[in-house]
């Protein structure tokens, strides 16, 4: 019998949904750091900023960058690890993965860029100094087995970076609702042309584990000192642990 998991508040069978992810993340791929600086007035580019500068990325290190999606982060850390070290860019949705490329591309950069399954990591144990994940967490379907192989490829003393939309501040809940079932839905609607997929956003929030249930997924993923920092009144949430 078939095990199902949560699309937004839609359930479908596990093995679905991974391809339905992928459909969303097609429609919107030309369009999603526009999406991006609308929705979020611009401050996606300083949450990524704080978990660039929380990483600890030094020159010469080896750093993947999971879901990199358009290549934000991944564009950072190639600054921080200089022509020594190397940044491996992974996504799922192959439309997204050439638009990060392009876009590195564009800024004279040139990274491994490899479509996989996060659940799935086609690295050896002990790879990486650093893992990261934005705004990609939300999407897998089994984050439990996703954070299993981001701590298998850190080397001891590596950190994992899970930047991603948590539980706001509770006296917000309902201007944050609001915003967000209304707001977002008309603006993917008129900027994207798809209101269905904006929407999709908004409920995979909703389901989304909360600050203090993703620390305890990544302790159980073989993490320690893992923590967390609220940004936005708990809208984002970057949380930070090391493989020992």
């Known amino acids: 019998m078939s095990t199902e998991t949560h699309f937004g508040y839609e359930k479908v069978p596990e093995e679905a949904k991974a391809a339905k992810v992928r459909e969303v993340f097609d429609r919107v791929a030309g369009n999603y750091d526009l999406m991006n600086d609308l929705m979020s007035a611009g401050l996606h580019r300083a949450w ?8 600890g990325v030094r020159e010469g290190q080896r750093i993947l960058d999971v879901a990199a999606g358009s290549g ?25 993965l050439a638009v990060g490329r ?3 591309l564009d800024n004279g950069m040139i990274c491994p860029a490899v ?31 996703a954070l299993a192989e981001m701590t298998r490829v850190l080397k001891p003393g590596g950190r994992l970076l899970v930047l991603e939309f948590s539980k706001v501040w509770k ?10 079932f209304t707001v977002l839905p008309w603006l993917g609607e008129k900027i994207a042309k798809d ?10 929030i909703r389901m989304h584990p909360g600050q203090e249930e993703l620390k305890e997924l990544m302790e159980r993923a073989g993490l320690e000192k893992v923590e967390y920092f609220n940004l936005a009144a708990g809208v984002v949430a970057l949380h930070r642990g090391y493989r020992v």
């Open 102 to 104: 392009d876009r590195l």
């Open 48 to 55: 990524k900023a704080f978990a660039v500068a929380l990483s």
């Open 195 to 204: 209101g269905n997929a904006y929407r999709y956003l908004a409920e995979s």
């Open 115 to 145: 479509q996989c399954d996060a659940e799935k990591l086609p690295f050896p144990d002990a790879y990486f100094d650093c893992v990261s994940v934005a705004f990609g967490l939300r999407n897998m379907t089994r984050k439990e087995k």
């Open 171 to 180: 006296p917000l809940e309902k201007a944050y609702d609001l915003y967000s």
């Open 72 to 96: 934000d982060l991944t564009r950072a850390f190639a600054k921080r690890v200089g022509a020594s070290g190397q940044v491996w860019a992974t996504d799922i949705n192959g439309n997204m």
